[in-house]
């Protein structure tokens, strides 16, 4: 049960250390607000046409007598509706890390380097475009089985009592997960660990990883709150990348204030 409070305890302290760096904060938020603006429109356009869409995929429902076909069609509106949402939380890391990859990869090495004893950080030796390229594979590949389990969590759903007390709480530390799986592959992927590597260490830790991935996921759930969580988020998954590789951290980097004083005497 440690791991779940050093896990949260990532989190809030990458929150800190954006705050304490303000113009790598304010540069790291673009990406977030362009993303936030695609998905508010795909949500939007998912709001106003899943009606229809599930009057089409339903004909069979025309000829209920009573109240029961709109009913159920409401009820399966409402479910794609919260498909869509869950699906957006799953993916919206993924795309907002592509959009500002060269933001977050930059955040990442500063923080590495403000943890690391000699003041370095590991740097890739890929180019830029491949670098890219890999990003979006694996995203691709996360995302994969981040629908397959949201797909059985959607049909468990339907299971009484079950689908309505365990399966949301096992769909939230499922996004938690793949939350940390997404934003601790920068630093990660900066070490020159495949996806592979990668799921096999975040897996030897779970409660560690779902510590920092499932609060994540659940302030993710609420409007803007991603855009201004993920520069703090990325900083966050640094440090935990940092303690499930066991790599030794020196002292915390002296606040900007303090090393203007510093500098003065």
Known sequence: MRDLGA???????GQRWVARHGRQYGVALLPGLIALVLYAAALVALAIGGAD????ATPFADHWSGPW???????????LFALGL????????????LI??????????RVDASQSPDGTAPRSTLTFWRELWLSARDSVRVLIRATLWGLLLFAL???????????????????????AEELTSIPLQRRGLDLRTRL??????????WGYGTPLGLAF??????????PGAVAGATLLARDLLGEESGPAEPEPAARERTTDR
Not at 86 to 97: C, D, E, I
Not at 169 to 175: A, M, Y
């Open 53 to 56: 869409a599930v009057t089409w």
């Open 221 to 230: 759930l609420v409007p803007f709150v991603a855009v201004f969580l993920m």
């Open 157 to 179: 759903g339907f299971l009484p009592f079950v689908g309505q007390t365990v399966i949301p709480v096992l769909g939230f530390f499922v996004t938690g997960f793949f939350l």
């Open 100 to 109: 500002g990859q060269p933001f977050y990869d930059s955040l990442s090495e």
């Open 86 to 97: 869950l699906l957006a939380v799953l993916t919206f890391t993924a795309v907002t890390l």
């Open 200 to 209: 096999t260490l975040l897996r030897s830790r779970r409660l560690l990883v």
């Open 69 to 79: 076909g709109g009913l159920f069609r409401g009820f399966l509106t409402a479910v």
């Open 7 to 13: 896990g949260f305890k990532y989190l809030v302290e």
